[in-house]
């Protein structure tokens, strides 16, 4: 059973950077794929990006490619969210997830563990 923590969440202005954290514990955290999802008002959680167990690949959604990059520090047992030019659009509760599925995927359905969530607000 994997614990996740989010944390960093905040109030910035458009065009501002922000850094998300997710401490895991409970379970071999270098064992797991991890992902990044967001939920926006009425909004169904989507992907956002994930990074391989051993850190070497990531994968992001077209909306943050090249504003986005995960991270993550197996040693520290955490996994990071680095968010630059951040957009209005980009407002939302952002949450870590572990996936011991070894799939790779993209679904909310191939990640079995998920962090209580951060919120994330960027005004124009």
């Known amino acids: 059973q994997v614990q996740l923590v989010e944390s960093g969440g905040g109030l910035v202005q458009a065009g501002d950077s922000l850094r998300l954290s997710c401490a895991a514990s409970g379970g071999t955290f270098s064992s797991y794929i991890m992902g990044w999802f967001r939920q926006a008002p009425g909004k169904e959680r989507e992907f956002v990006c994930r990074i391989s167990a051993s850190g070497f690949s990531t994968f992001y959604a077209d909306s943050v490619k090249g504003r986005f990059t995960i991270s993550r520090d197996n040693a520290k047992n955490t996994v990071y969210l680095e968010m630059n030019s951040l957009k209005p659009e980009d407002t939302a509760v952002y949450y870590c997830?572990?996936?011991?599925?070894?799939?790779?995927?993209?679904?909310?359905?191939?990640?079995?563990?998920w962090g209580q969530g951060t919120q994330v607000t960027v005004s124009s």
């Open positions: 997830a572990a996936s011991s599925y070894k799939n790779y995927g993209t679904s909310t359905t191939d990640y079995d563990y």
